[in-house]
């Protein structure tokens, strides 16, 4: 596609449910990232992908998150067991291709979790 | 790990005017890139400039421009002639040129107003 596709662009749901949100890199792009921003917050770094495996799964905040990619292509984040302490925005990008543009980031529109 | 400091968490600037944001960040690395990413309402993320740090001549793009100090490790952002459209959240960032698929690291953002 043209860009960084995320979905859904708003979820709700209740604590203690587990949701899923989906993240659709530009065609090609090697690497794959997840940050969680916080309502006035910076970015926060969530896990990156180089491929479909990733070598830095650091900044997790807990065994509830986790993250899978299917090849270079689509990523899932999945948060079990949500807590309200999750409600954020969650912001994916995808680095990759040939030449001057090899490095920089590309963002989604993000996602906005609440959670009640 | 490199740290990434905005140290203005807000700004404001008259409509015409010229208005810089500063970026601070800490490396042992000789070679990387730098970013400045603007986050509108929208919550949609853009690069705005971004500067190797092999080169020193100061990138720019329109009305943006940078002053890279490579010594003093730091990298902040003129915005000349600014416009209402400018009002958003600004984000330094900084990514290793070592490897692929490296970790970009955040500051925690500057907030622009523009006062018509």
């Known amino acids: 596609g043209a860009g960084v596709s995320q979905s859904p662009s708003n979820k709700v749901t209740e604590k203690g449910k587990d949701v899923e949100l989906r993240c659709d890199p530009i065609s090609g792009h090697t690497a794959l990232y997840w940050y969680r921003q916080r309502l006035g917050q910076g970015l926060e770094f969530l896990i990156y992908?180089?491929?479909?495996?990733?070598?830095?799964k650091s900044g997790l905040p807990s065994d509830r998150f986790s993250a899978e990619r299917t090849g270079e292509s689509v990523s899932t984040l999945t948060i079990q067991r949500t807590q309200q302490e999750d409600s954020a925005v969650y912001l994916c990008?995808?680095?990759?291709?040939?030449?001057?543009?090899?490095?920089?980031?590309?963002f989604g529109p993000g996602t906005r979790l609440t959670v009640l | 790990a490199q740290t990434v400091t905005q140290s203005q968490p807000e700004m404001s600037v008259q409509e015409a005017e010229t208005v810089t944001l500063s970026c601070t960040y800490d490396?042992?690395?000789?070679?990387?890139?730098l970013f400045w990413y603007k986050q509108p309402p929208s919550r949609q993320m853009i690069l705005v400039i971004r500067?190797?740090?092999?080169?020193?001549q100061n990138a720019t793009e329109n009305r943006f421009s940078v002053n890279f100090q490579k010594a003093a490790k730091s990298f902040s952002l003129k915005i000349s002639d600014s416009q209402l459209g400018d009002a958003a959240m600004y984000f330094c960032a900084y990514r290793s040129a070592y490897g692929t698929g490296n970790q970009f690291y955040f500051g925690t953002g500057t907030s622009l107003t523009v006062i018509p």
């Open positions: 500067q190797e740090a092999y080169k020193q």
């Open positions: 990008a995808s680095t990759g291709g040939q030449g001057v543009f090899y490095n920089e980031q590309f």
């Open positions: 992908f180089q491929g479909n495996s990733a070598p830095d």
């Open positions: 490396t042992s690395e000789s070679d990387y890139y």
